[in-house]
């Protein structure tokens, strides 16, 4: 069946967030296109939190006036400041919708010319023609391209992600901007690791293998493949025709019970004990083999400097405590209050006010003394 392509209107392009996302550390999101022809089997963009299209990969709105409506957004924006785009959460940036369109481009550059930093993630070798733009905007700020990887097995992959490129094509992507662009931050997006299907210990050091070989900087993985609603009813029914052995595993790890006929009742992300079990086996592979499961973020020049450096201390130390097992809420929300500061936190020590702000108490407190001291 074709995709259609339709041109609509939106109101907005650029959404900003309460909290910097904890693992692409941007601060702002963008779709260029709503929907995605790459009809993966498990994109949890298919649920209704989205508010997306019934026939998701089937016909893909081409948002109209991307470039002057982001553009009058950031010239006219008061509030605004610099910080990192997410590019393309429910959709893929670089899905086919016809190389005319742009759409993504046309961002891209409107968000060099305001100086804004990038974190695209995408399935695509189409990312590659807007190579020498990204490496543009790596050399004003930042720029970060995670390859979304799931599986090096191409049999499974051409279940889970029907219409993306072979996940041979994505590595040698990643080879690719490695090699023509070295100033670019580029890794893997592993996830979701999606369960009892690619996540054995074999599986996922094949891929953290083949990343590394590929020069990969940094593997991102996610073992909490989500399930919702109309998504979580799409994945089962695929499941069930393919994989029915595995079934049963999904209704434990997620408390249900599957009926085609019914709606989806169960847990939205696996139980706890799988996430923890599986980032154990990933955090031990990227030790192994020498990659990094974090990426350095986008450090301002301006007075959020060291609220940055020292909140992406704290988040890195939260997300490995999260991923393994380990109390992690106190020190995030540390580091997202001191992100969120909209003065120095070099002028809040030096009133000696650091306890004002929400989850610093006197240990952290300390730390942070200390470390400013360190840099001076
Ligand atoms: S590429 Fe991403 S947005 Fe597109 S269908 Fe797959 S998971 Fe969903």
């Known amino acids: 069946m074709s995709v259609r392509y339709t041109y609509k209107d939106f109101k907005s392009i650029l959404n900003k967030m309460r909290f910097i996302d904890n693992w692409f550390w941007c601060r702002y999101t963008l779709n260029p296109y709503n929907d995605c022809e790459f009809a993966c089997t498990y994109c949890d963009s298919r649920s209704h939190k989205y508010h997306l299209h019934p026939d998701f990969d089937q016909e893909i709105f081409v948002k109209t006036n991307v470039g002057t409506m982001l553009d009058n957004r ?9 910080d990192v785009v997410a590019i393309g959460g429910t959709c893929d940036a670089y899905q086919p919708a016809k190389a005319e369109f742009k759409n993504t481009r046309t961002c891209l550059e409107v968000l060099l010319k305001h100086h804004y930093p990038v974190s695209l993630s995408t399935k695509s070798n189409l990312v590659l023609r807007d190579l020498e733009l990204l490496s543009n905007i790596s050399d004003d700020t930042w720029c970060t391209v995670g390859i979304t990887v ?4 191409e049999e499974l992959a051409s279940f889970l992600e029907p219409n993306a490129p072979s996940s041979h094509i994505r590595l040698e992507t990643l080879r690719q901007i490695n090699t023509y662009a070295p100033n670019i931050q580029v890794g893997i997006h592993l996830m979701p690791i999606v369960p009892f299907l690619g996540d054995d210990e074999q599986s996922l050091e094949s891929v953290v293998r ?3 070989e590929s020069g990969a900087d940094f593997i991102l993985f996610g073992a909490g493949m989500t399930m919702r609603d109309n998504q979580a009813m799409l994945y089962f029914t695929k499941l069930s025709k393919r994989f029915p052995d ?7 790890l997620y408390q249900t019970k599957f009926d085609p006929d019914t709606g989806y009742v ?16 990933m955090l031990v592979l990227c030790e192994k083999y020498g990659i990094k499961s974090r990426t350095k973020r986008y450090i301002p020049n301006d007075f959020r400097y060291w609220n940055y450096k020292i909140a992406e201390e704290f988040m890195n130390e939260s997300y490995i405590a999260q991923m393994n097992g380990k109390a992690w809420t106190n020190i995030f929300w540390a580091g997202q209050n001191i ?23 006197s240990e952290l407190e300390e730390h942070i003394l200390r470390e400013l001291k360190e840099a001076n």
């Open 74 to 82: 950031l010239r006219r924006a008061r509030t605004l400041l610099p």
């Open 150 to 153: 799931t599986t090096v097995d």
């Open 246 to 252: 595995v079934i049963e595993k999904y209704e434990q």
């Open 210 to 212: 083949d990343a590394k």
């Open 339 to 361: 992100q969120n500061l909209r003065e120095s936190i070099v002028d809040v020590a030096e009133r000696g006010d650091l306890q004002s702000i929400r989850n610093i108490g």
């Open 266 to 281: 169960g847990r939205d992300l696996p139980q706890g004990y799988y996430a923890v079990r599986i980032s154990k086996i």
